[in-house]
């Protein structure tokens, strides 16, 4: 069976700390990775997916077979990063896609 | 038990017919969604209802038609089918400011 693990509710920063949200998966077959962030009252959005290996606002994620992780990852956070961030997974071809629980993250300033 | 729910799970259906899809939140949340998961795994919002009270409604055919009987149920009713139509539909609540509570989505699969 699927599953995402997002193992934080909420993970309180300074502002110019560095930021690393956890997210791990259980899957037997090879999984595609996603992570979704939703800012105060707005809609879910997609932040990056591992088959991009591109970096969206500072944010980067390096999937790790042998650990079954996902974690995302900003060097430096900022105040504006303050969201609900979601993993999600998703088998190869048309898959659903299964969420972790979501992980808050709250920079301060 | 469980949080958010969505009927059914699956649904095969030929085109022209008319289907809905059901969901419904044991969490007393105020708020309510339907987003879409297109191929390439995007989630795009269609509806979001609020009290029962419309809040947002994306530019979706309106051979879409989302229906709120009470706060806890957010049903998604699709007419005409088309073969376009074929996707997974996931329901989601929340309150406030507290993050999403996912469904388990729904494929459906136009033939």
């Known amino acids: 069976a699927q599953r995402v693990t997002q193992p934080e509710k909420l993970l309180s920063v300074f502002k110019g700390a560095p930021v690393e949200l956890k997210c791990n998966y259980s899957y037997s077959g090879s999984p595609e990775l996603f992570w979704y962030v939703q800012y105060s009252r707005q809609r879910l959005q997609l932040l990056l997916r591992?088959?991009s290996r591109e970096s969206i606002k500072g944010f980067t994620a390096d999937l790790n077979k042998g650990e079954t992780s996902f974690h995302l990852k900003k060097p430096f956070a900022q105040e504006e990063d303050s969201a609900m961030y979601y993993c999600?997974?998703?088998?190869?071809?048309?898959?659903?896609?299964?969420f972790g629980t979501g992980t808050r993250l709250l920079v301060s300033p | 038990d469980t949080a958010v729910s969505q009927t059914p799970k699956y649904l095969v259906t030929q085109m022209g017919n008319d289907k809905s899809i059901k969901c419904e939140q044991n969490?007393?949340?105020?708020?309510m969604y339907w987003y879409k998961q297109d191929s390439k795994k995007f989630l795009k919002i269609m509806f979001s209802y609020n009290n029962k009270e419309l809040i947002i409604n994306e530019t979706v055919p309106n051979r879409f038609s989302p229906k709120s009987p009470d706060k806890a149920h957010l049903n998604l009713h699709i007419n005409s089918l088309e073969l376009g139509d074929s996707a997974v539909y996931f329901c989601?609540?929340?309150?406030?400011?507290?993050?999403?509570?996912f469904g388990s989505g729904t494929r459906l699969t136009v033939v």
């Open positions: 969490l007393g949340h105020d708020t």
């Open positions: 999600a997974l998703s088998g190869w071809g048309f898959q659903k896609l299964v």
């Open positions: 989601a609540s929340s309150q406030d400011e507290d993050g999403y509570t």
């Open positions: 591992h088959i």
